[in-house]
């Protein structure tokens, strides 16, 4: 007779549950699956941090307890708030005064306990002279002064006290006027009697001390040869003499004489 053989069958493989409660994870942190391994790991929302092991993630927890649970408001200075950076999730520090901002609760505790002037940068109404006024440079938010009446700006208040206690360019000499230049704002002056110009204050105060024939280059209508008329050329402001009878016109007195 043909024996029967009995062939054993392997057993099958016993797989170990590697299943965690939830009551073993700690708080805030999540047990999430690599799609690509199927391994699990573990996740913080709070800084984003992600590791393979439950025990790294409890150890994690134990060691940064006080920054899982958030700084407390009564740790943070006077001023100053804690903010997230939203691509990072990294807490820093931000001061609405001046608008400093640091990564570090130290630096800004540091910050402080600093003199008022260095951290704040403000400025009270009564500080700022007469006719300026603090202004916010809108790309570096840095602090600057203008006066309106002649646009000047600086960025140090000292300088703007230092221009107030300068005498006043107020004393124009008769017969001229201030202007302004409209392409760049910039002062200069102007003389009516002879249209003359000049970017200096100092050099029309020069120009009035000079002989009165010399700035004016007026002429007495009794000078003028009879037929003739004194007139201004528009774009010079240089005179010129016209004779209507003709229609000569020329730009010295002295030919209009000859003629």
């Known amino acids: 007779p043909t024996p029967t053989v009995s062939t054993?069958?392997?057993?099958?493989?016993?797989?170990?549950a590697t299943t965690t409660t939830s009551g073993d994870i700690p708080t805030g942190w999540k047990e999430m699956k690599d799609p690509k391994s199927g391994r699990a790991y573990y996740y913080r929302a709070s800084d984003k941090k992600t590791v393979w092991s439950l025990d790294d993630a409890k150890k994690l927890s134990t060691e940064n307890a006080a920054a899982?649970?958030?700084?407390?408001?009564?740790?943070?200075?006077?001023?100053?708030?804690e903010m997230k950076d939203p691509k990072t999730g990294r807490a820093?520090?931000?001061?609405?005064?001046?608008?400093?901002?640091?990564?570090?609760?130290?630096?800004a505790k540091k910050l402080s306990t600093e003199s008022p002037a260095t951290p704040?940068?403000?400025?009270?109404?009564?500080?700022?002279?007469?006719?300026?006024?603090?202004?916010?440079?809108?790309?570096?938010?840095r602090a600057y002064y203008y006066r309106a009446s002649d646009k000047k700006t600086v960025w140090s208040l000292d300088d703007a006290k230092k221009l107030s206690a300068e005498p006043a360019t107020t004393e124009i000499p008769a017969g001229w006027r201030e202007?302004?230049?409209?392409?760049?704002?910039?002062?200069?002056?102007?003389?009516?009697?002879?249209?003359?110009?000049?970017w200096s204050l100092e050099e029309a105060k020069k120009l009035s001390t000079e002989s009165p024939?010399?700035?004016?280059?007026?002429?007495?209508?009794?000078?003028?040869?009879?037929?003739?008329?004194?007139?201004?050329?528009?774009?010079?402001?240089?005179?010129?003499?016209?004779?209507?009878?003709?229609?000569?016109?020329?730009w010295s007195l002295d030919d209009a004489k000859k003629l």
């Open 8 to 16: 054993p069958q392997p057993a099958s493989p016993v797989t170990t």
């Open 68 to 81: 899982a649970a958030v700084i407390s408001a009564g740790d943070v200075p006077a001023g100053w708030k």
């Open 92 to 107: 820093y520090y931000y001061r609405a005064s001046d608008k400093k901002t640091v990564w570090s609760l130290e630096e």
């Open 120 to 141: 704040t940068q403000s400025t009270t109404a009564t500080e700022i002279p007469t006719g300026w006024k603090e202004m916010k440079d809108p790309k570096s938010g």
């Open 179 to 198: 202007m302004k230049d409209p392409k760049t704002g910039r002062a200069y002056y102007y003389r009516a009697s002879d249209k003359k110009t000049v």
């Open 213 to 250: 024939a010399t700035p004016t280059q007026s002429t007495t209508a009794t000078e003028i040869p009879t037929g003739w008329k004194e007139m201004q050329d528009p774009k010079p402001g240089r005179a010129y003499y016209y004779r209507a009878s003709d229609k000569k016109t020329v």
